[in-house]
DNA sequence: CATATATATAACCAATTAGTTAATTAACCT
DNA sequence: AGGTTAATTAACTAATTGGTTATATATATG
């Protein structure tokens, strides 16, 4: 991988890091933690790469304590990610302002075939 | 790939799909147009290839027009993007802080180091 | 209809990814 | 020293990715 943010959006691009990920937002936790709630669907050199990847990319941090190997979320590495997602700030709001102008557009329909409803008209077509 | 979310890191995963976006955040733009910067270090079907990856991933959205496929960013595709990337808001900001208390603590510092230079006791050691 | 332009598809290939099992290292505990 | 626990490394495999070239489709135009 070339540059750093694209090494970071793959990281970001799998379920299982990203719960690794969730999980450490809530604290530190070592290699055999963050493990457990996947040993089911896989083995642990699987979880260890998975690490890897979130540690290679910045996202995390891991030291060590005698045999354990703490981890925690590296808050600062997800400051490029977020900053690149800023860029399109924008982009995501206008289309929340263009569905909350629909939503409107929507409800004043419904009142407005309500309150005719209620005039008794009963004539509830739309278009 | 499973989920939504992971197409979607995975389509941002890569300059030369970013760069697309970028160039549509200026505008529409269709596939030729958006190809040209690009056409030095790969082929024509190298680019459509990167955009169906971003128009799957709900990106950006490929309309007709005559023989040409005008592109457009996707703005509501961003959203759950941005949505995750604020579960992890505090994390990266608590690190700002952190870092923006170490500069102050530096200035005061320098500062404080100045002062006394200024004040003809030029003993500007630190710690 | 023939041709030019814009784009997409097919078939292929090399590199990377995500997983596996088996073996290895490291630190602790009697 | 020997055993247990925690984690990593090695060697391998299947699937996916990002590129290629050659071919095909779709639309406008002479």
Redesign the pocket.
């Known amino acids: 991988?070339p540059d750093v943010l694209s090494e970071k959006f793959?990281a970001l691009?799998?379920p299982?890091r990203r719960a690794m990920l969730a999980r450490l937002s809530q604290g530190e936790a070592?290699?055999?933690e963050l493990a457990k709630p996947f040993l089911r669907d896989?083995?642990?050199?699987?979880v260890?790469?998975?690490?890897k990847?979130l540690e290679r990319a910045g996202l995390i941090t891991?030291t060590r304590e005698?045999?354990?190997?703490p981890c925690k979320l590296n808050g600062d590495g997800f400051k490029d990610v977020a900053e690149w997602m800023e860029l399109y700030r924008a982009y995501w709001e206008e289309s929340l302002d263009r569905l909350d102008v629909y939503l409107k557009t929507v409800m004043a329909k419904k009142k407005a075939a309500a309150k005719t409803t209620v005039k008794g008209k009963k004539d509830g077509r739309q278009k």
């Open positions: 991988m793959a691009a799998d299982t070592n290699v055999s896989m083995s642990l050199p699987a260890t790469k998975h690490l990847v891991k005698a045999q354990w190997r």
